[in-house]
């Protein structure tokens, strides 16, 4: 990749040029810049605060990865070189050399032990600690070269690693939990060796970052990124219009079609790794579950069967991709898509069936319904308002009074962690390409001492489940530990505590004659992805 260059030479001859030399300046500048309009930004510059996706996407910029997800989740090496397993519990890292942080500072090995140890104590609301979840003790060999001790065998420690952020030992130091994010936010901490500089952020606003000159990949043909955080669809839409953007995010769907016969403007679509699943609650008393009239129920309703298998067939996956995500979305059974290690090929296609779900209902003790509250993100994922009022109105078919409750993200995750929410949808994508990633977060019973299930918040527990998914983690043998996540995935069907529903695709829209992209398979844009049109 070639850095575009652009010199000016501003002297006596351009005395003779009718544009003044700040015009000059101002169409060089503009011609270097990337700005692109995006539907969620950070929530911090600490890469270490959240695992939101929306997050990870935009700090790849200024932080590299130990290890690197490709376009198609393939595992490359970013800061690490090479990586191989020395025993059964202790993996080997041989490290990048010549890499410097934006300071100037050399990369090493201390940056990394220090990045691992850290995550545990600055993790915030939707925790990063499950990339680092198996790391017993990190051993610094020499400058370049670090061992990795496990808790146990760990065969897949370096798809973990694809969100391990490296920050600045020295620019982080001492920062606690309580500190860390205004030393990022202010620029001070946020000292990373990826391919941009942080400059600014405004928080819901614009993320502003400079190329590095000194980043060890290639050169990035962008003099200046801004990502700009605009989570309204129509104003992200008219602002490309008008153009005032390079390129957006998230394209809806209601406008994919009218975006691909502009003549200024290229769109490009992909299915994507992310899965809408529905939560279920399983505690003994379910918050905003009430009778229709309000008064309070005996039991949690949600604790029958019948009540889960019932809500799961009133769900038309197939309408939900075709009319609420206008064909930008594929019905799923699974947790995980089709190409990830793990999927189970012999489960069948989740029923959709009003009559019998109302008959369950009825069996379970419910024949008139009851009163719940549903809650879904409504800026995450492209089409998650859409699909959550959809399956509200499709709960109603069947009795069932679902008020729908729409939630930014920022606000949704950190309510969901505190087990706020007794039935809820949100977006998860396998970003490791592995079933074991999701199912031990999701599905296994939380259990901090194992350090599995930091997702499953409403208690649900299967004792199989979670013995599978144990060994499945220590399994170094791919045949076995891919049948051990399948039958995971197959136990996850029979109990219907997690309903999935569709997968995820997702459109961007450009300027023609000034940008191209390389769209991810889990939906990741990044400027190193986006290149000069012409």
Same mark, same amino acid.
């Given at each position: 990749m070639s850095m575009i260059s652009h010199r000016l030479a501003i002297g006596l001859a351009l005395a003779t040029i009718t544009v003044a030399p700040a015009t000059l300046l101002s169409q060089s500048v503009s011609a270097q810049t990337l700005?692109?309009?995006v539907r969620g930004g950070p929530d911090s510059i600490d890469p270490h605060f959240t695992a939101t996706g929306t997050h990870a996407e935009s700090l790849k910029h200024v932080f590299d990865t130990l290890v690197w997800s490709g376009d198609g989740l393939e595992v490359e090496p970013r800061l690490a070189e090479s990586w191989k397993a020395v025993n059964d519990t202790t993996w080997e890292f041989k490290l990048r050399k010549g890499v410097k942080f934006h300071d100037g500072s050399d990369f090493t090995a201390e940056d990394v032990k220090f990045s691992i140890e850290r995550i545990p104590v600055v993790s915030g609301p939707n925790p990063t600690t499950i990339y680092v979840r198996r790391v017993k003790e990190t051993k610094i060999i020499d400058a370049h070269t670090i061992h990795v001790v496990t808790d146990g065998p760990s065969p897949i420690l370096p798809n973990d690693f694809i969100r391990l952020f490296i920050v600045s030992s020295k620019a982080a130091a001492g920062l606690t939990k309580e500190t860390a994010n205004e030393a990022f936010n202010s620029g001070k901490a946020a000292i990373g060796t990826g391919p941009y500089k942080f400059v600014s952020w405004q928080p819901k606003g614009d993320l502003v970052m400079d190329r590095f000159d000194g980043y060890w990949g290639q050169k990035e043909p962008w003099a200046r990124h801004v990502r700009k955080e605009i989570p309204?669809?129509?104003a992200r839409v008219a602002q490309l219009k008008a153009g005032q953007l390079d390129l957006i995010t998230r394209v809806p769907a209601t406008d994919v079609a009218s975006l691909k016969t502009d003549p200024k403007l290229t769109v490009?679509?992909?299915d994507t790794v992310?899965?809408?699943?529905?939560?279920?609650?399983?505690?003994?008393?379910a918050l905003n579950v009430t009778a229709k009239d309000g008064s309070a129920l005996d039991k949690n309703p949600f604790l029958d069967l019948r009540v889960r298998q019932a809500i799961d067939m009133a769900i038309d996956r197939k309408a939900l991709a075709e009319i609420a995500m206008e064909g930008l979305g594929q019905p799923v059974? #699974?947790?995980?898509?089709?190409?990830?290690?793990?999927?189970?090929?012999?489960?069948?296609?989740?029923?959709?069936? @009003?009559?019998?779900?109302?008959k369950l209902l009825a069996d379970a003790g419910y024949p008139n319904g009851f009163k719940l509250q549903f809650t879904f993100t409504q800026d995450r994922l492209p089409g998650?308002? #859409? @699909?959550?009022?959809?399956?509200? #109105?499709?709960?109603?078919?069947?009795?069932i009074d679902a008020q729908a409750n729409a939630q930014p993200a920022a606000v949704f995750f950190p309510a969901r962690t505190r087990g706020e929410y007794s039935i809820s949808m949100s977006g998860w994508g396998t970003l490791t390409?592995?079933?074991h990633y999701t199912l031990s977060s999701l599905v296994h019973s939380n259990d901090k001492d194992k350090k599995m299930g930091a997702f499953n918040v409403l208690n649900y527990k299967n004792e199989e489940a979670d013995k599978l998914l144990q060994q499945a983690a220590i399994e170094m043998n791919d045949d076995k530990r891919r049948k051990q996540l399948e039958d995971v995935n197959a136990i996850v069907e029979k109990d219907m505590q997690r309903l999935p529903i569709v997968a995820v695709g997702s459109a961007w829209?450009? #300027?023609?004659?000034?940008?191209?992209?390389k769209a991810r398979v889990d939906e990741d844009t990044l400027a190193m992805n986006i290149k000069p049109a012409r």
């Open positions: 700005t692109i309009g309204n669809d129509a490009k679509t992909i992310y899965v809408f699943n529905v939560e279920i609650d399983m505690r003994d008393k059974n #699974q947790l995980v898509t089709s190409s990830i290690f793990g999927f189970n090929k012999s489960l069948p296609p989740r029923r959709y069936d @009003v009559a019998a779900a109302k998650d308002r #859409q @699909v959550g009022t959809s399956i509200a #109105q499709m709960l109603a078919a069947i009795g390409g592995e079933a829209a450009m #300027q023609k004659d000034k940008v191209t992209i």
